[in-house]
Every structure is written in structure tokens, then in C-alpha cells.
């Protein structure tokens, strides 16, 4: 595996365009220069050869700057949205979903996923735990028409509040943003809040989920968003932040790769591959090394072990992980790339070891 390369390539994902436009803007959202600071010391604080550097920093959190600028950047084309809408009548809620809300992105300048969400009208599971608790919707529309008249103004405002953005309406679920005067890509998925029966039960934020519209053929997709956040955080607090780095690496060896079928696997099943690992990650994170080799010889065990990989479910229970045969072969990619950058970094640590032993990199304490 060249690592040079690699190291490289992970640092200009980290820094995003090169721009000095790009730059100084970063500069006045934050008011410091500290992001280009923290990338330098995060490439350089790690006193160790390109290959432990490049794993070290794959499994790193982007910075907190950076994350912070993604938030905020969804923030205010979403709320530019919501102002609009209101004033023709239409209230919504905006959420942030995906990736950078739970830290898991590898890019600095990942795309943020912004949930705008119809306020007034909301879907209810069936039986309803209790009736009497819910009046009659102010619109009583269909709630497809209801989701698709929100899509439809959408697609007509938000060019109008950002004439130099590049607006993508084609997407089937979401209206994606890019350029002009966006520091990051916006993805505005237009949705209705669906109370579950689990929330009428608890009253509690994480079990409310959400129907994303599909424009291609008026469908609702039943989400859980917050849950599935939740799910995450809890479970990788209790293994010390390992199921996040996890995450982040699958994700640095799939967008490293050559093969563009490893991506056949997405952002969820990687999440879910992660998640499922979650028993094996009580490693301290000195050792963190040792995740590359627990995570090859998972990726190892699903490959051989069809009955287990069809048994696999997301976190959230919405459906099967290995839902098709595509994902199979990215799994095998996933896997060979996992193995190379073991078996690299052993002989790396141990160079005249002449054989793979896993706990080189079990014993190999990093050094910052």
C-alpha cells in the first residue's frame, strides 16, 4: 500500500478545496485562523511513519471548526427556506441528519443533509396510544400532496435566495446545493414527522421519526433518524469512541480505493457494519491500531458466514444490511483493502518480521 499517496489524498479530503477564497472564508465564519493550524498539527503531531500516521488520522474526527461551518451552513439554507415558506403560509421544522451530525464524516467539507419537515400536518402510527391527544390537521390535503406542494415551492425559492448556488432539483428525495456562496454541498430533503408509536408511548425526541418524500413516485420512506443517532452515540460512548473510528475508516479505505464498486456499500451499511462490531471495540486508544485488524477479521468472518450477513440489520431494525448481491462484492473490496492495510502496516512496525501478526499492531502505542 503507498502511503504517501494515501497520506495525501487524505489530507487535501480533510482540507477541502484549496482555494484562497475557500480559505478565507473558513477565516471569517470561525474568526481564527486555527483550521488551518489544527490540520497541520493533527498531520504532524503523530511522531510515526506515513502508514500508523495515515490510520491514526483516518479514524480521527474532521476537527470541530470545520464540523462546526457544515452546521451552520445547513442551518442558514435551511432557515432561509423555512422564512420563505412562512411567509406563503407553509411552517416547517428543520433538523440536521446524516453524517456530520453524528461526527462521522472523513471530509471536512462533507455534504449536510438538512431535514425541512411540515409543522402543522404530521402522520400518526396506528393504533394510536391515545386518541383524544391529536386534533384534526389544519390541511387536510393528502399527506403526499401536502410533503410534494413543500417540495414544489422549495425547488422554486431557494434559487431565487441563492442565485449564484448551483440548485440541483432532479434528486428524487432531496434539492442539493453547491457552490456560490455555500463553504459546503446542502442536501434539503423534504419530509413530514411521523409520531410512531413508540414516541406517543415515551414523549421522547428520539423516538419521533420521519417520512422522506419521493418525488419520482409520490412515496413516503420511513426514517428514524434521531434514534438511529441516538442508537450511535450511546453504543460507541461505552467502547471509548471506537465504533466512530471504525465508521471513519471504512468510509477513508472506500474513498481510496480504486474500485468504485466498494461503494456499492453505503454511508448506513457502513454505520451498520460498524455498529454490529460493537462487542469487539473495547480496545484503550492507545491501541487503536488494533481496530484495522478487528475490523479485517470481521469483514473476513461476513464474508465466509452468508447465514450471519443475511441476519444483519441496521441499527434502527428498518431493513437488512446485504439487501442485494452488489453489496456483496463491495464487501470483498472492503475486505481486501482492510487486509492490505494490515498486512501493510505490519510489515511497516515490523519490517523484518516476514510474516502477519496481529498484535504488532495491538502493542504498537502511538506516539503524539
Not at 434514534?227 to 465504533?243: E, F, H, P
Request: aromatic share 8%; glycine share 4%.
Amino acid at each position: 500500500m503507498d502511503f504517501s499517496s494515501r497520506l495525501d489524498a487524505l489530507k487535501k479530503r480533510r482540507e477541502g478545496p484549496s482555494s484562497s477564497i475557500s480559505m478565507e472564508a473558513f477565516d471569517t465564519v470561525t474568526g481564527t485562523a486555527s483550521n488551518r493550524e489544527f490540520r497541520k498539527s493533527l498531520f504532524e503531531s503523530v511522531q510515526e511513519s506515513d502508514g500508523v500516521k495515515y490510520a491514526f488520522v483516518a479514524m480521527s474526527a474532521v476537527d470541530a471548526d470545520d464540523t462546526a461551518i457544515s452546521i451552520q451552513e445547513g442551518e442558514r439554507v435551511a432557515s432561509s427556506l423555512s422564512k420563505s415558506l412562512a411567509s406563503e403560509g407553509i411552517h416547517v421544522d428543520t433538523k440536521l441528519q446524516g453524517s456530520v451530525g453524528l461526527d462521522v464524516h472523513i471530509k471536512g467539507y462533507s455534504d449536510v443533509d438538512m431535514l425541512v419537515l411540515v409543522k402543522d400536518t404530521i402522520l400518526i402510527q396506528s393504533p394510536r396510544v391515545e386518541p383524544s391527544r391529536y386534533c384534526s390537521p389544519p390541511d387536510s390535503r393528502p399527506m403526499k400532496t401536502i410533503v410534494g406542494d413543500l417540495r414544489a415551492r422549495a425547488e422554486i425559492i431557494l434559487p431565487k435566495n441563492f442565485p449564484a448556488v448551483d440548485v440541483n432539483v432532479n434528486g428524487p428525495k432531496s434539492i442539493a446545493l453547491e457552490g456560490g456562496s455555500l463553504q459546503r454541498k446542502i442536501d434539503i430533503v423534504p419530509a413530514a414527522w411521523y409520531h410512531t408509536t413508540a414516541y406517543q408511548t415515551s414523549r421522547l425526541e428520539h423516538d419521533k421519526a420521519v417520512k422522506i418524500f419521493n418525488k419520482t413516485d409520490q412515496s413516503f420512506i420511513v426514517n428514524y433518524p434521531f434514534l438511529n443517532r441516538k442508537t450511535i452515540n450511546d453504543a460507541d460512548a461505552l467502547v471509548g469512541g471506537n465504533i466512530k473510528r471504525v465508521v471513519r475508516l471504512l468510509k477513508t479505505l472506500q474513498s481510496d480505493s480504486d474500485y468504485l464498486a466498494i461503494r456499492n456499500i453505503n454511508s448506513f451499511d457502513v454505520l451498520s457494519i460498524a455498529y454490529d462490531l460493537r462487542d469487539n471495540l473495547n480496545i484503550p486508544a492507545y491501541q487503536q491500531l488494533g481496530l484495522v485488524d478487528v475490523l479485517r477479521e470481521r469483514l473476513q468472518f461476513l464474508m465466509e458466514n452468508k447465514a450471519y450477513r443475511d441476519s444483519m440489520s441496521t441499527p434502527d431494525l428498518t431493513r437488512k444490511v446485504f439487501d442485494n448481491e452488489n453489496k456483496i462484492e463491495a464487501l470483498t473490496l472492503l475486505y481486501l483493502e482492510c487486509n492490505d492495510l494490515a498486512d501493510s502496516l505490519v510489515r511497516e512496525i515490523s519490517p523484518y518480521l516476514g510474516r502477519y501478526n496481529k498484535e504488532v499492531l495491538f502493542n504498537k502505542s502511538l506516539v503524539q
